[in-house]
């Protein structure tokens, strides 16, 4: 009743998939289908998002798909403990790479060229929007998406990168091929020219 008396159209929850540990803002995710426990079940956060609709109030859903952590079983998998400084995925994993790929990844860095990385990015986000109905994401670190190496180079990582841009539409397509006014917002910070193409394609910056 507060927030709809406040007169705002959209609530953007921070990730609230499955995390590691109890109390975290949801950046350290390590299932991608089911809310957090310590969020409630999932009929609850249903029954938030028709509450939400029943009043003109969209539901966008913050989702970390940069990077996962050590008790995600796509992790444990294809892992070497003995390997970098608290361990690290193997060269045959078929979703993360070894060594992340730039300097602000945390946890374990997603291949998003992988095409099993790509099946299971698109089984994510379809799921929350055709289970849950929420209206859109803010797909946090999206200048991430990239198997350019930029360790060391803050600034190259966010020079254009076309193959980050096709990851991202080729994503966004896929649930708009069902659900085409779904929301998609990039925390991206890249050069201009590859956000005005995003913008193009339909995303928000």
């Not at 803002?25 to 991608?32: D, I, L, Q, R």
């Not at 992790?75 to 361990?87: E, I, K, S, T």
């Not at 790479?97 to 946890?107: A, L, Q, R, S, T």
Request: proline share 5%; net charge negative; with cysteine.
């Amino acid at each position: 009743n507060y927030l709809d008396s406040l007169g705002i159209n959209a609530i953007e929850l921070m990730p609230v998939n499955e995390f590691e540990g109890n109390i975290s803002w949801g950046y350290n995710p390590n299932f991608f289908l089911a809310p957090d426990k310590y969020y409630g079940p999932k009929n609850a956060y249903k029954a938030f998002v028709d509450e939400c609709h029943s009043r003109g109030i969209a539901v966008i859903m913050d989702i970390a798909l940069n990077h996962s952590f050590g008790l995600n079983p796509q992790v444990q998998l294809y892992f070497d403990p003995n390997a970098g400084q608290w361990g690290q995925p193997t060269a045959d994993s078929p979703w993360f790479n070894e060594i992340p790929k730039h300097d602000f990844n945390v946890g374990y860095d997603y291949n998003h060229e992988s095409p099993y990385t790509k099946k299971f990015v698109d089984s994510v986000l379809v799921h929350w929007v055709t289970e849950y109905h929420i209206d859109g994401y803010r797909m946090d670190l999206s200048k991430g998406f990239t198997q350019n190496n930029t360790l060391g180079d803050v600034a190259a990582m966010g020079a254009y990168d076309q193959s980050r841009i096709d990851i991202l539409n080729a994503y966004a397509t896929h649930v708009w091929s069902s659900a085409p006014d779904t929301y998609f917002i990039l925390e991206h910070f890249a050069d201009n020219d590859e956000e005005q193409v995003l913008s193009d394609l339909g995303f928000m910056l």
